[in-house]
Structures are given as C-alpha cells and as structure tokens.
C-alpha cells in the first residue's frame, strides 16, 4: 500500500489539447479507489462502507449516484430510484462528469483540510449537494420541474444547503463546510469559485425577474457574506467574510464590511492562496455570463 505523500502527490496525466474527459475521470477515480483500498486497510471499521461506497463499483458516476442515492433518499424517495436517476444523468451527460471531476479537484487544491479525493467524494457535503444541484438543475431545464424541486428540498433538509435548481454553476467549485449557504433562483455562479458557509446569493425583496447575484470566475466568497441583488462580481474578486455586498466589485478586488467597501483595485494582485501542486485559471474575463449555464 503507497503511503499518503504518495497518492497526494503523483503527478495527473497531461492535461493538454488531446486529454479526453476519460484520461482525467480515469485518473481521479484510480486515485480514489487506491485511497479506500488504502483506507479500509487501515481502518476495518471502515472496511465494508469503503467497499459498498467506491470499492465495489466501477466507475466514478456509479459510485457518486450510489453514495447521493443513500444519503438523499426518504421513506417515499427511495434509494434505488435515486441511483437510477442519478446515474442515467451522470451517463448521459458528459458535462456532469467533468464538473464532478473539476469540483474533487478544487476540494484538493483549495482547502488544505481536504486530504483525499475520497475524503472530499464521501464527507464534503457541499460537493455532494453542488452534484446533486447539477442533476436538479438538469431536470429544471428539462421542464421535470416537480422532480427537481423535490430533489431541491432534499438537498437542503439533508446537507443544509439550500440552492434552487434553477440556479447556474460552473466548475471547479469548492463550498467549504457549506452549511447554511443559500443561491437564488437566477443567481450564476463561474468555475473555479470557492464559497464558505453561510453565504448567500439573495434578491434584495425589491425586484422580480433577474434578481441575483453574477458571480465571475476565481471568486472568493467568504464565511457569512451576504450578496443581495443582481450584482456583479468580478473575476478573481474575493469578498470578506460576514460582508455584505449591494455593489458591483470590479475584477481582482477585495470587498469587505457592512455595507461592503473595495479595497484594492484592479492593479492588486489577487492572493487566492492555493496548495502546493495544483493551479487554478485566474486569467479569463467573463464576456458573458450566459456562459455558465450547465
Ligand atoms: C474553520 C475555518 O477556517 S472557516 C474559514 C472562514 N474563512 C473565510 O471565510 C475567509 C474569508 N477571507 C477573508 O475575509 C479575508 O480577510 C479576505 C479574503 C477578505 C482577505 O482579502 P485580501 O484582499 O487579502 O485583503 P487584506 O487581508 O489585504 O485586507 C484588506 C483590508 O480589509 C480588511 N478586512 C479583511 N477581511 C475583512 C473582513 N472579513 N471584514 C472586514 N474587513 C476585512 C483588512 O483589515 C484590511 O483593512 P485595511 O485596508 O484597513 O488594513
Ligand atoms: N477548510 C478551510 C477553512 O476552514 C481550512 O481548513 O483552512
């Protein structure tokens, strides 16, 4: 069995123009599957969970659809109609599967908490409710909108992370601890953002239609800032904890206080702190924000 440094630490194939989705999924879910081995090695109170979790399937979206269908199913959501659902989705949406990978990824490079991808995959309940977001969000848009809000209400009563299903997110997402964080109907939200627990993407109550909050790609948002309205905030922006934001904040600036105020400009280096061995895109403008609709 390799040591931890060993897993953590080997290199990820080449990420360049000819790396399939299937080189990388491969990748993370040998990494996985090397880890619960290892884990249930160490741990026997563990063994039987690892092996019914990851050990025992034979793919990432397997192993995530069964993993979601036991933690989200009720006495009349059973767990065998969740897998299902969850696992046609993953299958036959490509897209899924790479924010999924993107999202595990995120976890190990932005939070130096995070010490496995199987930690993240099994403990992470902002990942788990963000995957099962996804799937709701698809269901939005394929009119089955009594099925995703269902979904909805047992993501929030399960993981207490309230996202409505119609709301947009990219990848490469890390919600750290998650609880309570709540996103607004029409809120969208770039790739590579992390956000905290107890954020929310609110409307104002003073306006109908588009009214949350646009958030720009490489965002910080930290623990228990509020963003209300259809604001827009720039990428690589990083918003204080417990701020609360009413304004546009432009790229690369720092947001802090209630009401929030900027600090640093366009010309300050953003300090997005990461871990050793993984990078993340600091570099795109967002042009569009219909760019993030999964
Ligand atoms: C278990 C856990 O650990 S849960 C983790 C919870 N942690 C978080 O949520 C992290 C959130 N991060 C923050 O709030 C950070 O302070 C950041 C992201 C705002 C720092 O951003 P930076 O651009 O590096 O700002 P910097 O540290 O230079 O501070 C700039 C100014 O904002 C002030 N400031 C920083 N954070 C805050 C805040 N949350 N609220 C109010 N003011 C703040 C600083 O005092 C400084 O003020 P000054 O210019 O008068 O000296
Ligand atoms: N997960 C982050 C914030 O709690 C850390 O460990 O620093």
């Given at each position: 069995m390799p040591?931890?440094?060993?897993?953590r630490y080997r290199s990820p194939p080449p990420t360049d123009s000819t790396t399939t989705i299937d080189d990388e999924e491969g990748w993370v879910w040998a990494q996985i599957k090397a880890e619960a081995r290892r884990d249930a090695e160490s741990e026997p109170a563990l063994a039987s969970y690892l092996y019914s979790t990851i050990l025992?399937?034979?793919?990432?979206?397997r192993s995530l659809s069964f993993h979601l269908g036991?933690?989200?199913?009720?006495?009349?959501?059973l767990s065998t109609l969740l897998y299902d659902l969850f696992l046609n989705t993953f299958t036959s949406d490509p897209g899924l599967r790479v924010a999924a990978v993107a999202d595990l990824r995120a976890a190990r490079a932005r939070d130096p908490a995070c010490v496995s991808f199987s930690h993240?995959?099994?403990?992470?309940?902002?990942?788990?409710?963000?995957?099962a977001h996804r799937v709701a969000h698809k269901l939005w848009n394929q009119?089955?909108?009594?099925?995703?809000?269902?979904?909805?209400?047992r993501i929030s009563d399960v993981f207490a992370v309230d996202i409505h299903p119609a709301a947009k997110i990219g990848k490469g997402i890390l919600f750290d601890h998650a609880t309570?964080?709540?996103?607004?109907?029409?809120?969208v939200i770039g790739n590579n953002v992390s956000i905290l627990h107890h954020v929310t993407l609110g409307g104002t109550g003073k306006a109908c239609g588009d009214r949350h909050p646009k958030i720009g790609d490489g965002v910080l948002i930290g623990a228990g800032a509020t963003i209300l309205g259809n604001v827009k905030i720039g990428e690589g922006a990083k918003i204080g904890a417990g701020s609360v934001v009413l304004i546009d904040v432009p790229p690369r600036t720092t947001a802090v206080g209630n009401p929030a105020r900027l600090v640093g400009g366009k010309e300050k280096p953003a300090k997005h702190e990461e871990c050793p061995g993984e990078s993340m895109d600091h570099t795109s403008f967002i042009s569009d924000w219909s760019d993030y609709i999964i």
């Amino acid at each position: 069995m390799p040591p931890e440094g060993e897993l953590r630490y080997r290199s990820p194939p080449p990420t360049d123009s000819t790396t399939t989705i299937d080189d990388e999924e491969g990748w993370v879910w040998a990494q996985i599957k090397a880890e619960a081995r290892r884990d249930a090695e160490s741990e026997p109170a563990l063994a039987s969970y690892l092996y019914s979790t990851i050990l025992s399937h034979s793919s990432l979206e397997r192993s995530l659809s069964f993993h979601l269908g036991n933690k989200l199913c009720s006495s009349t959501l059973l767990s065998t109609l969740l897998y299902d659902l969850f696992l046609n989705t993953f299958t036959s949406d490509p897209g899924l599967r790479v924010a999924a990978v993107a999202d595990l990824r995120a976890a190990r490079a932005r939070d130096p908490a995070c010490v496995s991808f199987s930690h993240c995959l099994l403990n992470y309940k902002g990942f788990l409710a963000c995957q099962a977001h996804r799937v709701a969000h698809k269901l939005w848009n394929q009119s089955r909108r009594q099925l995703a809000l269902a979904l909805h209400s047992r993501i929030s009563d399960v993981f207490a992370v309230d996202i409505h299903p119609a709301a947009k997110i990219g990848k490469g997402i890390l919600f750290d601890h998650a609880t309570g964080v709540v996103i607004g109907e029409t809120a969208v939200i770039g790739n590579n953002v992390s956000i905290l627990h107890h954020v929310t993407l609110g409307g104002t109550g003073k306006a109908c239609g588009d009214r949350h909050p646009k958030i720009g790609d490489g965002v910080l948002i930290g623990a228990g800032a509020t963003i209300l309205g259809n604001v827009k905030i720039g990428e690589g922006a990083k918003i204080g904890a417990g701020s609360v934001v009413l304004i546009d904040v432009p790229p690369r600036t720092t947001a802090v206080g209630n009401p929030a105020r900027l600090v640093g400009g366009k010309e300050k280096p953003a300090k997005h702190e990461e871990c050793p061995g993984e990078s993340m895109d600091h570099t795109s403008f967002i042009s569009d924000w219909s760019d993030y609709i999964i």
